[in-house]
């Protein structure tokens, strides 16, 4: 505030659009850096955080590369794939264990199902539905395989049984798995 004004109480309080203009400069400075992903990624999680608009822009709309090896178009744009069950989210991410399965029925639930099923935990129950569904193959004791997906560092255990989708388990999911084969680490020979 200009020195004029402080002294001689002209000076406004501040308004909720100025407010606004702060944060929208906040996160335009906190963009700038970013890719293009990497800006859409943050904004469609904090409009959902906030509620603004849900988490997905669509009911089982999954970001598929546009390639198997996960290159994109020029643009930058991927292919968009409506995924209505767990079959078709299965097929386009293509998990390679139990293990990643296991993360794709805690991402399912938790962010795909129709608003019915949907959930925020799973249990053995739900393994043993979901990878019928998705004509996975069942485990021999879906509650290991619960415990090994968390021990692989994809899950959390939040109750007896219980078991919810970590950080790293839904960055597998929506951005490693289903052929973009660039996000993968490399082994060492």
């Given amino acids: 505030m200009p020195e004029d004004e ?11 659009g100025d407010a606004e203009l702060k944060a929208m400069n906040v996160i335009v400075a906190a963009l700038k850096p970013l890719q293009e992903e990497q800006r859409t990624r943050v904004l469609e999680y904090v409009l959902g955080r ?12 999954v970001v598929v590369p546009a390639s198997a090896s996960g290159s994109m178009p020029p643009g930058g744009s991927a292919h968009t794939r409506q995924v ?8 386009a991410k293509n998990p390679k264990s139990a293990n990643e ?17 949907r959930q925020n935990a799973i249990t053995k129950a739900d393994i043993e539905k979901y990878f ?8 021999a004791d ?12 994809y899950l959390d255990r939040i109750g007896s049984g219980q078991y919810k989708l970590n950080p790293v388990g839904y960055n597998l999911v929506a951005h490693r798995m289903g052929g973009d084969e660039k996000n993968k680490p490399r082994r060492k020979r």
């Fill in 6 to 16: 402080k002294q001689n109480g002209t000076a406004q309080p501040e308004t909720d």
């Fill in 50 to 61: 906030f509620g603004a608009v849900p988490l997905q822009p669509q009911l089982g709309s």
């Fill in 84 to 91: 209505q069950d767990i079959r078709s989210l299965k097929e």
């Fill in 101 to 117: 399965m296991a993360a794709l029925v805690a991402y399912y639930v938790s962010e795909l199902a129709p608003a019915s099923e």
């Fill in 132 to 139: 019928k569904s998705a004509g996975f193959r069942l485990p």
């Fill in 142 to 153: 879906a509650a290991f395989t619960l415990v090994n997906a968390k021990d692989a560092g």
